[in-house]
């Protein structure tokens, strides 16, 4: 059957906003309306006819509405395969009127929970007969037109006006698959918030992960790929998906990949002097704290301006002027703000590709939740990685115990490793990243990429010496040789901050003991692959 004629169709919405304009228009075509509870009072109110359920059922609704469309009557109307003669024959013995729309949506389940609601009221907000009946409409979709999302009133009432009331099998699997895919939502919500609020299960033995699109982008990592943005249901963080793009061009998959590598950095410092992250491919390639914006701006690209071109920008303050400024000096792609003043905004309205992305908070840096990585065949699933270390958790192991800037300068480069890419090294110094080494096979080779960048960050200033003279140099994961503290020696480093745990300990210990630098332990480590 290609298509079906609108006759009579069943109303039952816990969201009734347009519901009534819909059940006018229905109503003018000559349908028949069939209602529940609320949304048949709500359309009565507005002066139309409309039938209860329980009319059709001969039962009233029970139960504090808890019982109401479960009955075969309705079931039997949504149901029923219309040119099946045994499906028929039923319908007639047992007087079960065909439903030929449904028009349904469920309890708020959803903003319930993240109102901070009772258990008792969450669990009420737990819908029993929406999904039951919107599955059976959505299975016999060969019959009966299911919507479930008052955005798509529009769409049916042109699908009928198109086709004299009456709708497409194209349209009934369009909206059968979109209605699946709500109840499988919904379903999901419901199961992780039993899993990890009402009994914190990190890991229950059905994993469900669910999104909302927000729009599908240009194109993934390359242009050959396809990509899109969707955002998690139910309680969740406020982020890039979240933020106001107050100029430039859609964001790509990269962008957004980038952006989201700056803004859970520049979190670290939430609440602290002003800081300024850049990030290029997912790595920070120069971060910097000072008493103004525009100054850690500058400090921060010093670190690696080569890098920094066609970056992304994050900042833990509102952007002023000078600081925007500052930024349009070289091209960059994207810039992460928690506000912008009206200089910031006119300075960022002079580069229009640049987009200009403004937060109303920034994230909590050690905020709990799941991260999620598809493998061949399976999901890795972990915590997210929440470690900090302070000054109480550090262990001197060296005969040279730490200066206090010694140990502002380790804690400023081990919060910063923590977001390189492992194998990470960090080279520090003053508030300020001095070089950093990301991503290779081995740790030496980092400690040397990274030394190489100071001094090429100091040729290109014409400073005297590079900045990793005199600084804390911060490995993510335990130096198993002497040659990675060797390449802290050799850039000038004069402190070294590290998890510790390996089996040559104390060759690294002694190798730092005779050059004089003083290491601290901190029994963490922040692989980041």
């Not at 109307?77 to 349904?104: F, K, Y």
């Amino acid at each position: 059957m290609t298509e079906v004629t609108i006759k009579r169709a069943l109303l039952s919405v816990s969201d009734k906003s347009g519901v009534v304009e819909l059940a006018s228009r229905l109503a003018k075509g000559g349908v028949e309306l069939v209602s529940t509870g609320g949304t048949a009072r709500a359309l009565r109110d507005a002066g139309l006819q409309v039938r209860d359920v329980s009319d059709v059922t001969g039962f009233p609704e029970m139960m504090d509405g808890r019982v109401k469309t479960l009955h075969p009557l309705i079931h039997g109307g949504l149901l029923a395969v219309r040119d099946d003669p045994e499906h028929a024959a039923a319908m007639d013995a047992h007087e079960i009127g065909g439903i030929d729309l449904l028009v349904s949506n469920l309890y708020p389940f959803e903003e319930t929970v993240m109102r901070g609601a009772g258990r008792d009221e969450i669990i009420e907000n737990i819908d029993i007969g929406g999904p039951a009946m919107i599955r059976s409409a959505s299975k016999n979709h060969a019959f009966v037109t299911i919507v479930t999302d008052p955005e798509d009133y529009p769409v049916l009432l042109e699908e009928l006006a198109e086709n004299d009331g009456a709708t497409t099998l194209a349209f009934r699997k369009r909206m059968a698959a979109k209605a699946f895919a709500a109840t499988a939502a919904y379903d999901s919500m419901i199961s992780q918030w039993f899993a990890f609020a009402d009994q914190q299960r990190l890991f229950p033995e059905m994993l469900a992960v669910n999104g909302r699109l927000v729009g599908e982008l240009r194109y993934g990592e390359n242009p050959h790929q396809k990509a899109a943005l969707y955002t998690p249901l139910g309680p969740h963080i406020k982020g890039l998906a979240q933020a106001e793009q107050v100029q430039g061009k859609e964001l790509s998959y990269n962008n957004y990949n980038d952006a989201d590598a700056a803004l859970e950095l520049v979190a670290e410092f939430k609440d602290q002097d002003p800081a300024v992250v850049i990030v290029k491919h997912a790595n920070p390639c120069g971060v910097a704290q000072a008493t103004t914006l525009e100054e850690a701006y500058r400090t921060a690209l010093a670190c690696d301006a080569v890098s920094a071109f066609g970056g992304i920008v994050a900042v833990n303050r509102p952007l002023d002027g000078p600081t925007a400024q500052a930024i349009t000096e070289i091209f960059t792609e994207v810039v992460v703000a928690p506000g912008a003043d009206e200089a910031a905004r006119a300075a960022f309205a002079a580069k229009p590709n640049l987009r200009l992305l403004l937060l109303e908070d920034l994230p909590d840096a050690r905020r709990g939740g799941l991260q999620v990585k598809p493998i061949a065949g399976a999901l890795l699933v972990q915590s997210r990685d929440n470690g900090a270390v302070g000054l109480p958790d550090l262990k001197v192991v060296t005969k040279r115990v730490p200066t206090d800037q010694e140990l502002a300068d380790c804690l400023f480069a081990w919060t910063i490793a923590r977001h390189v890419k492992s194998n990470a090294i960090v080279f520090a110094k003053d508030n300020a990243t001095a070089g950093i080494g990301a991503g290779q096979m081995n740790r030496r080779d980092s400690a040397r990429i990274a030394a190489i960048r100071a001094r090429e960050a100091a040729e290109a200033a014409g400073w005297p010496q590079p900045r990793t003279v005199g600084s804390a140099m911060a490995s993510e994961a335990f130096l198993p040789f002497a040659d990675g503290l060797e390449a802290a020696i050799e850039a000038g480093a004069t402190a070294v901050i590290q998890p510790g745990g390996a089996m040559r300990d104390e060759d690294v210990i002694a190798a730092a003991d005779a050059a004089g630098l003083a290491m601290v332990f901190t029994g963490m480590r922040h692989f980041r692959h």
